[in-house]
C-alpha cells in the first residue's frame, strides 16, 4: 500500500484505506450469517460491545506499534521490543499475524469469488422475477460444482496479487475515494427498498436488536468476538502494516474511531437489509455462508431496475473484498519485501499462490470435500474461519493489548498519542493493561465452562 515514500498522503487516505480493509466481506456477508445462525439479538449485542470494549482500544494499539515501529508487523515488534527493554519473544505478534493471514486470505478469495461470479449472473439478467426456491437452487449449484469455485477463487487471487504486486500506490487511493461512499449509497438504498417492501422490517430489526435470553450462550459470545475482531481487520498486524505508512502527524485515536464507526454501520445497515428479506421469503436465517447469496439476488430479481443496482451491488461488494483482500497479505507481503531477497513483486505471487493452494481445501469443502472434516464437526473452510477468526485473532489481541498496556516503552507510546489528552492516555492504558485482554479471556473462560 506505500507509494514510492512508504507513506499514506494523508491521515484522510490511511482512514480510506484502513476503512477499505475493515469493511469487506466480514460485514456484508459473515456478519449477517453468523447473526442468523447465533440468534440475532444477543450475538448483536455482544458484539457491539466487543467493537467498543476490545475492538477499540487494541486498534489504537495497532496503530500505535505500527507507526512507532515503521516496518513490517514481524520488525516492528522486534524493534520496538528492543526499544522497550523488552523480551524479543514478543514478535511472536508478527508471526501469528502472518499465519492468522494465510488462513484468512485463503477462504476470504473463495468467498469474493462468489461476490465476483454473482457480478457477473446479476450482469446476465439471472436473477429477474426469481422466488426463493429458484435463487436457493442456483445458490446450491453454484457452489455443487468444485471447477467454478476454483475458476473464481483464481480470478479473485489473481485480481487482488496483480493490485498488491504493484504495491499499490495512488490508484487504489482514489478509487476507494469513490467506490466506498458509492457502496455506502447502495446499502442506504436497499434499506428503504427492505423497509419498504418486505413488509417484515420491523421483524428483521427486532431479530437483530431484541436479545432472547434463552439464545445466550458462552458460544455465542465468543462467536461475537471472534466477528469483532474479524471485522475490524484486528489481531494479526494488518492495521499494524497500515500504521506503519502514516504520517507522523496524524491523530491515531480519532482514526481509530472513524473507521470503528464506519465498519460498524456497514454491518448494521447489511443485517437491515437481509433479515427483512429472508423473514419475508420464509428463509432461514441460520442458512450459513449461502445466506447473502440467496436473498439478495430475491431482493434484486423483484425491484425495479434491479438488474443495474445488482450488478453495481456485487462490484461493490467485490471491490470491498480486494481492498480487505490486499490488507490480510500485507503484513507478509511487507516482511518478505522488506528483507529484499525477494522484490515486492515476487513477495506478492509467492504470497498469493500459497495462499491460492490452502484455498482450495475451502472450495473443494462446499462440494466434494464436504464430508470431511478437520477440527470435530467442522468442515475444512468452517476449521480456517474458526481457527483464524475465534483463536488466532483474539489471541494475537491479548498479546497486542498487554504488550502496548505494560511493555511498551511509555515515551514512545505518549508521543504516539500526543494528540490525546492525558485522562483519555491514562484510561487506554487502563483497558490495554486490564479490560481488553481480561475481557478476551473471561469470553474464552466462559465458552470452556459453559
Ligand atoms: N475486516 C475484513 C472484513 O470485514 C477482513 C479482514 C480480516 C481484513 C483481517 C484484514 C485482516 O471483511
Known amino acids: ?14 482512514v480510506l484505506a484502513a476503512a477499505g480493509s475493515a469493511v ?35 486498534m489504537i494499539a495497532e496503530i500505535v506499534l505500527g507507526r512507532a515501529g515503521r516496518s513490517s508487523p514481524i520488525s516492528s515488534m522486534q524493534i520496538l521490543a528492543r526499544r522497550s527493554y523488552a523480551n524479543s519473544g514478543w514478535q511472536l505478534i508478527g508471526w501469528m499475524g502472518v499465519i492468522a493471514g494465510f488462513m484468512i486470505l485463503s477462504f476470504y ?9 454473482y457480478l457477473i449472473k446479476m450482469m446476465q439478467g439471472l436473477f429477474v422475477e426469481i422466488d426463493s426456491v429458484a435463487a436457493e437452487s442456483l445458490f446450491e449449484n453454484f457452489i455443487g460444482s468444485p471447477q467454478r469455485l476454483i475458476f473464481w477463487h483464481t480470478a479473485f487471487m489473481s485480481l487482488t496479487i496483480i493490485i498488491t504486486a504493484r504495491g499499490v500506490g495512488r490508484g487504489l487511493e482514489k478509487a476507494v475515494k469513490f467506490l466506498m461512499p458509492g457502496l455506502f449509497f447502495l446499502l442506504v438504498l436497499l434499506v428503504f427498498w427492505a423497509a419498504a417492501t418486505s413488509g417484515h422490517f420491523l421483524e428483521g430489526l427486532d431479530f437483530m436488536f431484541s436479545p432472547k435470553p434463552e439464545d445466550f450462550s458462552g458460544d455465542s459470545v465468543f462467536l461475537a468476538m471472534g466477528q469483532a475482531f474479524f471485522t ?21 485515536a480519532s482514526s481509530a474511531l472513524t473507521i470503528g464507526v464506519l465498519d460498524t454501520i456497514v454491518a448494521l445497515l447489511s443485517g437491515m437489509i437481509i433479515f427483512p428479506i ?4 420464509q428463509l432461514e436465517p441460520s442458512a450459513g455462508p449461502g445466506l447473502m447469496f440467496v436473498s439478495l439476488p430475491l431482493a434484486f430479481g423483484n425491484m425495479l431496475g434491479g438488474q443495474i443496482f445488482g450488478s453495481l451491488f456485487f462490484l461493490l461488494v467485490t471491490f470491498a473484498a480486494i481492498t480487505s483482500a490486499i ?7 511487507a516482511w518478505l519485501s522488506e528483507k529484499r531477497r525477494l522484490s515486492r513483486a515476487a513477495s506478492a505471487y509467492l504470497i498469493g499462490f500459497l495462499a491460492w493452494i490452502l484455498g482450495l481445501g475451502s472450495a473443494l469443502s462446499f462440494n466434494i470435500m464436504n464430508e470431511f472434516t478437520l477440527l470435530p464437526d467442522k468442515t475444512f473452510f ?3 474461519d474458526f481457527l483464524s477468526n475465534n483463536i488466532l485473532l483474539p489471541f494475537g489481541g491479548i498479546l497486542i493489548s498487554l504488550f502496548v498496556g505494560w511493555r511498551l516503552d511509555k515515551e514512545i507510546l505518549s508521543s504516539q498519542l500526543s494528540e490525546v489528552p492525558s485522562w483519555l492516555l491514562k484510561s487506554l492504558v487502563f483497558s490495554l493493561r486490564f479490560v481488553a485482554p481480561g475481557g478476551i479471556f473471561l469470553v474464552i473462560a466462559m465458552t470452556f465452562v459453559s
Open 1 to 14: 500500500m506505500n507509494n514510492s515514500s512508504g507513506m499514506w498522503s494523508s491521515r484522510l487516505i490511511f
Open 24 to 58: 469487506g466481506l466480514g460485514n456484508i456477508w459473515r456478519f449477517p450469517y453468523v447473526t442468523g445462525e447465533n440468534g440475532g439479538g444477543v450475538f448483536v449485542i455482544a458484539y457491539l460491545l466487543c467493537i467498543a470494549v476490545i475492538g477499540l482500544p487494541i
Open 109 to 117: 478469495s473463495v468467498i469474493a469469488g462468489w461476490a465476483l461470479a
Open 232 to 252: 475490524l481487520s484486528l489481531g494479526m498486524g494488518a492495521i499494524m502494516a497500515y500504521g506503519a505508512y502514516l504520517p507522523q502527524s496524524s491523530g491515531i
Open 278 to 281: 429472508v423473514f419475508a421469503n
Open 327 to 333: 490488507s490480510i497479505s500485507e503484513p507478509a507481503i
Open 382 to 384: 468452517d476449521s480456517m
